[in-house]
């Protein structure tokens, strides 16, 4: 640990703000020193919240760190005092595990985010930011947001940009683009039930060779969906989308037992299934303002969707 000499409060204890508290481990080991003091403390989790407060006798603020104005002394007048900031952003965003998830980029990394504005609102004299070790590892990045770049490049940080494969639709490339690009993605394609069914369905024809079984046995399901069948996708207006979908229903319903149709059906369930998931990439890079290019790439005869993001390098 880096110690830098400061003044300490009146009682010559240095002020502590403790952000992601969780039950206080922090805090405990910094008022173990008997040099300093946690005057606030933000923790969302209620329980952690209470044991925190069993812990150091001080209120817990449970707020989303998100929704905090550190810079409001009126709010926070023990905010005046704080020299130092102590904190562990949920690490989570960082692991391997998370990028198997249905999120790309994850909500995890924003927060850490969330501690450096606490820095530049209260400006401490010292932080200490506690995290899993391979933080640091070239793996592990941070996105930049829209608007960002400009900070970013006066304190100093190298920025790398990265290819990103976010899927592979066999067909409409370029309306996918268009429909990024417009930036009209404020619904994914599909009713997450009924993908969860059609995911169901590709892994049973990957055992069984056929979804002929899968059909019978979950008619119920479908016979609920077929007759507002239309609504449960959001075409976005396009004419090759609404055509997917309705080619699905029509071999849906016609029940045939032949090869043909299983095949058709286990084609066109993996499109749908890809689309949705590249809608849900493209309105996760809007929603968390992401910077970043998309692209189309020529492989073969196929496109390839690809993304390019901006990860941060991570000041440590
Ligand atoms: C790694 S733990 C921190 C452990 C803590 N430093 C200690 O020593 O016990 C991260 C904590 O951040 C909290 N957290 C996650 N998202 C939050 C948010 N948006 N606002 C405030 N706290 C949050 C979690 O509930 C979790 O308890």
New binding site residues.
Partial sequence: MVFIKFEGGVDGKYKVL??????????LGFSQTGRFETVMA????EN?AKTYTQNHKIKVNT????SIDFSDYKKFPKLRDVSVII?????QGFSNANRQKSELFSNNNL?VK?FIRAIKEVQPNSFVM?NVKTISSDKHKFFVTNGELEEIASIGIQIKEEDLFIGNSEFLNEQLMNLYNGKKISCSFANTNLIAKLKSLVRYANKHKSVKGFIDKNSSFFNRYIPNWNQHFNTYEYEELRDLISNFKLVLESNTNNEDCSSTLLAQAKQIIEIHNITLIFKEIVEKKLNVQLHLLRRIKEFLLRVIPLPLSIIY
């Fill in positions: 403790d952000l992601f508290a969780g039950a206080g481990g922090l805090s933000v923790e969302i989790n952690a707020q989303d760190i998100r904190g562990g952003p949920p690490c927060l969330e506690e």
